[in-house]
């Protein structure tokens, strides 16, 4: 298992671009703001928080989340921009997720970091958290690795039919795209989805 906050001690992030994800701003520009709901967002796996603080712009609660210390502190070091929170935990662990509700997660780099072997998890941690209406919404790092290179990972492949099957049936995508801006060398490898949280098989 990857220790994920001996990776930020060592300096060993190439996640860390400095900045928010190309895909996320271009989302922003073509999606209506209600998309988010009207809750508190979700951003699992949030590192230094650059996604976070973007979102929070928006004027919504935001709360990122980590496995990482090192990373969180990080993320607080940065002057806020609204109302986001950072938490120490873990997104898979159901003890951790007890009880919360969010209108909204957005994705961006959890799952691909994640063992494939764990994704049933991440797909119920979707279904506990994510209220009715809510909605999933992320760009998916789909072929991380270049043709010849070994697909070990963290980052591991994904495909569309596998996220579609993934979150089905308690998830409807309701929109997709390849998205136009993106951080260099992930052209054409990432994909954009919004999946809606279907409002049956609640207890």
Known sequence: MTDWNQRYELG??????????PPLLEL?????PSIWGEGAVLVPGCGTGHDVRLISALGLETIGLDLAPLALAKANEFSKTGKESYELGD???????????FSAIWEHTCYCAIHPSCRPDY????????????H????????????????????????IEELDARFAPEFERIDSWV????????????WVAIYRRNSFNQT
């Open 28 to 32: 922003l520009e073509k999606m209506d």
């Open 12 to 21: 060993d992030t190439p996640w860390e671009k400095g900045h928010a994800a």
């Open 179 to 190: 998205p136009n801006r993106c951080y260099p060398g992930r052209e054409g490898k990432e």
């Open 91 to 101: 997104f898979l662990d159901p003890a951790w997720r007890k009880g919360k509700t």
């Open 123 to 134: 797909a119920a941690a979707c279904i506990d958290l994510i209220a009715p209406g809510g």
């Open 136 to 159: 999933l919404i992320g760009v998916f790092f789909l072929t991380p690795n270049d043709p010849g290179e070994e697909d070990e990972g963290p980052p591991f492949n994904a495909s």
